[in-house]
């Protein structure tokens, strides 16, 4: 498996925040590039991005047209199968040799609306998933048997605010994840 510095992704960040703030396609970056910037300094095999997917459905004949004219190499048929069916596409930037998981929906209701724009790592301010929704998608990934986001919620809540907390035992009780909430954080982490 490889994996890379967030760094090493900025170019290709660049080149997805052309394309979809030129076709009015709201996006933040989740995943591993949400905890590095709230904190949790770690690697990454890729990027992971949330965009509108009713404006991508709008939009999506000029889109594609821009995307078939970019460094991005893409399927067709599966973008717009990703709209029907709320599944992610890939973008893989042929220059960089990097991958983006595009997901066109939201796994938390509301999340685009409260992205933070941020830093990662030096770069310039970034639309970033905010901090209770980060952590609220990797404990809904760990529902679904993802074992690497489990320290990262416990680093992502140990710096939460009351108000984030009260969010994320809000929507953890709207998702049936309130228990497993409680055994994520009750877990030491690893020696280092």
Known sequence: MIVFKFEDFLSTVDKAATLFRSHGI??????????IAHGEP??????DLVIDGKALAKHLPAFLRTLADSDFQFTEATVRQAITDRSPFQLLDLVEVLKLDVYPHECVPGELGRT???????SSPLPIA????TLVAKLIWISKGSHKSRRDV???YRNTDKAQ????????????????????????????
Do not use: K, N, Y
């Open 26 to 35: 709201a996006f933040h970056l989740v995943g591993g590039a949400a905890g």
């Open 42 to 47: 770690r690697l990454t095999q890729d990027l």
């Open 116 to 122: 933070v724009q941020m830093p990662i790592l030096g």
């Open 130 to 133: 905010s901090r209770q929704d």
């Open 154 to 156: 416990r680093v992502l």
């Open 165 to 192: 907390r009260a969010f994320i035992a809000e929507m953890a009780q709207q998702f049936g994840l309130t228990d497993l909430l409680a055994e994520v954080l009750a877990e030491p982490d690893e020696i280092r």
